[in-house]
C-alpha cells in the first residue's frame, strides 16, 4: 500500500510531486477460547518505496522477532503481487525454519481483483482513518503522522522498518540485489503458473522447495536445495532497522466460523502449536 502526504490545503504541483511512503500489513490469525478469531495487524511504514522480495522479507523478519509467543507454524494467503509471487523469496522462505524455527505449512496466491481478503479491509480502514486524520485539520507529513492517524484501530501495532540494502549485515556480507553473493536471481522455470507453495521440513522432502497450480489437486513439482542454490546463489538473512511497534489499544476480534468436521482437525493442529495461526494474510 502508498501512502501519499495530504494536508488539508495544497497546490496541484505538491500534490504531484509527493513521494511518499510503503505500507505493508502482516495479519495473524490465531484462535482465542475456541470462540473467537484474534487479528493482530503489524502494519510496517517505510520511506523505502521499493517493493520487492527483500523488502517483504524484512516486514517478516520484523514481525517473527516481535511476536510473541512466536508460532511453530504458519499458513500463508497473499495476492499475487511481484514482490510475493517471485523466486527470490521462495528461496528465502526455505530458511525461515532454521532462521526462526517457524514450519512453513503452505503459502497460497490469490489473483489480484479476483479476491478480496482482510488486508483489503483494513486497508480501507486505513484511508478513511487517514482522510478523517486530515479533514479535522492535521497534516500528514511524517511516517509519525501515519502512526497517530492509525492508532486507535482495534489490533492495530505500527512501526517504522527500513530494509538494509547497501550496509553490511551481520555476516559482512554486502546485501546486494536479488540478494545473491553478486549474481542475479534466475526465475525458477514455470513459477506464473503455480499458486501453491509448500516448504516440508520432515520425511524425504525435508529442504525442498514444492510448487502446484491448485490446492489439494495434482501432484508437487518439487525443487531440491541444489536447484534453488542455482536459481539464486547464497541467500542473507534480512538485517532491517525498525522500531518498536505501538501497542493497540483494543483487541480485534472476530467470530470464528467453522464447518462440520473441521473442529478435530483444528483440535489436531492445536495439540502440535499453541497459539494457533490460522493464516498469515499480507498486503
Known amino acids: 500500500m502508498r501512502i501519499l502526504p495530504a494536508t488539508a490545503r495544497e497546490t496541484k504541483s505538491e500534490f504531484f510531486g509527493k513521494r511518499g511512503w510503503t505500507l505493508h500489513t502482516t495479519l495473524i490469525f490465531q484462535k482465542k477460547n475456541n470462540e473467537k478469531m484474534d487479528v493482530q495487524a503489524y502494519d510496517h511504514w517505510s520511506c523505502d518505496t521499493k517493493q520487492d ?67 483489503d479491509s483494513h486497508h480501507a480502514t486505513i484511508a478513511h482513518a487517514i482522510k478523517r486524520y486530515v479533514r479535522i485539520g492535521c497534516e500528514l507529513t511524517s511516517g509519525q503522522d501515519i502512526e497517530r492517524a492509525i492508532e486507535e484501530l482495534s489490533g492495530t501495532s505500527v512501526a517504522q522498518i527500513e530494509p538494509n540494502r547497501n550496509k553490511n549485515n551481520e555476516n559482512m556480507v554486502l546485501e546486494k540485489s536479488c540478494n545473491t553473493n553478486y549474481k542475479k536471481t534466475k526465475t525458477i522455470p ?56 505501538t501497542k493497540p489499544k483494543t483487541p480485534w476480534l472476530t467470530s470464528l466460523s467453522m464447518k462440520k468436521g473441521m473442529q478435530k482437525s483444528l483440535e489436531r493442529d492445536e495439540m502440535q502449536n499453541s497459539p494457533t495461526p490460522i493464516s498469515n494474510q499480507m498486503g
Not at 512453513?104 to 481478503?117: D, M, N, S
Open 190 to 245: 514455470g513459477i506464473s503458473k503455480w499458486f501453491v507453495w509448500d516448504w516440508p521440513i520432515t520425511e524425504e522432502a525435508a529442504g525442498y522447495v514444492r510448487a502446484k497450480s491448485l490446492p489439494n489437486i495434482g501432484k508437487w513439482t518439487e525443487f531440491s536445495p541444489a536447484d534453488i542454490n542455482t536459481f539464486c546463489g547464497e541467500i542473507n538473512r534480512p538485517n532491517p532497522e525498525y522500531t518498536t511497534p
Open 53 to 119: 522480495a527483500w523488502f517483504t522479507a524484512s516486514c517478516f523478519e520484523a514481525v517473527f522477532n516481535t511476536i510473541s509467543p512466536r508460532p511453530r507454524w504458519i499458513k500463508i494467503i497473499s495476492d499475487n503481487g511481484g514482490h510475493y509471487h517471485n523466486s527470490e523469496l521462495m528461496a528465502i522462505v526455505s530458511h525461515w525454519y532454521d532462521w526462526y524455527g517457524v514450519e512453513v505449512r503452505g503459502w497460497i496466491f490469490l489473483e489480484p481483483g479476483e479476491a478480496k481478503t482482510t488486508v
